[in-house]
């Protein structure tokens, strides 16, 4: 059993770098700039509970341009702003909030990783909030939530995001909600 895991485990370092590779070159071959003014569609917190830090990369899957160390803040969690996303990966803008408090300064944007991205809504009185199969109002409503629930990012478009929330039964759903329905302070619930 103890080979049969080292196998795998070698396996896996041995693979990992080809799929970053792959998401790099394919980036590279589709990329097209969403926002090329560079305008914040939206700030929300990363929570990462790799202890060696957040790695942000130059491009997704690629080099990694700036690892935030969790000795930078006591609870690893600082405040990013999304300005745009491509297959699971967000490019965040050059500025990042460590704890409402200090700011780290990169110098260029960086890409991190959806999963890493976390956001509550904001139906605090217990509200019912659609989240759709697309980007409108009018389009199919995926799944409900009358109670305020974690999330995670899979994209953003101007003025919505399409995430994904885990039930407590470990049910998971992914549809998309207005942006404006989301809290993205880990410090305050946005009301």
């Not at 990329?31 to 090329?36: I, L, P």
């Not at 989240?131 to 994209?155: C, H, L």
């Amino acid at each position: 059993m103890k080979r049969l895991l080292s196998i795998w485990i070698m396996v896996l370092f041995a693979v990992q770098p080809i799929f970053g590779q792959a998401t790099a070159q394919k980036f590279k071959k589709t990329y097209k700039n969403q926002n090329e003014s560079n305008v914040a569609w939206f700030a929300t917190y990363v929570d990462d509970p790799d202890t060696n830090g957040t790695n942000l990369r130059e491009t997704p899957g690629g080099k990694v341009g700036k690892v935030i160390h969790p000795s930078l803040e006591e609870s690893r969690v600082f405040t990013v702003s999304l300005l745009e996303s491509w297959e699971g990966w967000f490019r965040i803008g050059q500025e990042i909030e460590i704890l409402d408090e200090d700011t780290l300064v990169l110098g260029k944007s960086l890409w991190i990783h959806g999963s890493l991205l976390k956001a509550s809504t904001t139906n605090y009185d217990g509200e019912v909030l659609s989240f759709y199969q697309k980007p409108d109002r009018k389009s199919k409503v995926v799944f409900i939530v009358n109670t305020e629930v974690s999330v995670s990012f899979v994209a953003i478009e101007q003025g919505w995001a399409k995430v994904k929330y885990v039930s407590p039964t470990q049910k998971v759903y992914v549809g998309w909600i207005p942006i404006e329905q989301l809290c993205g302070n880990f410090v305050t619930n946005c009301s």
